[in-house]
């Protein structure tokens, strides 16, 4: 059974830094391409950023370019989500997913992912 376990997230002010990492077990990682969503209180849950099974080809939502770098470490199972120069509206539930196929990354729409983690909470104060 594929699990996805989320670490990292916390309260850190504007212009701050947070690395978020998932632990991936289950099947082989370096298989499947993965993502990185979020959610806000009262809001979908959107896509932030996506990287196929190498590491090599990304995907990222506008909103969060230049800030945020998505990777991955095949040898742990783990795939990261660095976030600089954090802003208010970054604020959110953040979740890593990932599909049930082995398919061709990154991959964008949210119906395309089937395993989901708990969420790790990211609060940035202004």
């Known amino acids: 059974q594929v699990q996805l376990v989320e670490s990292g997230g916390g309260l850190v002010q504007a212009g701050g830094s947070l690395r978020l990492s998932c632990a991936a077990s289950?099947?082989?990682?370096?298989?499947?391409?993965m993502g990185w969503f979020r959610q806000a209180p009262g809001k979908e849950r959107d896509l932030v950023a996506a990287v196929d099974w190498s590491g090599s080809h990304t995907f990222y939502v506008e909103s969060v370019k230049g800030r945020f770098t998505i990777s991955r470490d095949n040898t742990k199972s783990t795939l990261y989500l660095q976030m600089n120069n954090l802003i208010a509206e970054d604020t959110a539930v953040y979740y890593c997913?990932?599909?049930?196929?082995?398919?061709?990354?990154?991959?964008?729409?949210?119906?395309?992912?089937?395993?989901w983690g708990q969420g790790t909470q990211v609060t940035v104060s202004s």
């Open positions: 997913a990932a599909p049930d196929n082995i398919v061709a990354g990154p991959l964008r729409a949210v119906d395309e992912y089937v395993y």
């Open positions: 289950g099947r082989t990682f370096r298989h499947y391409a």
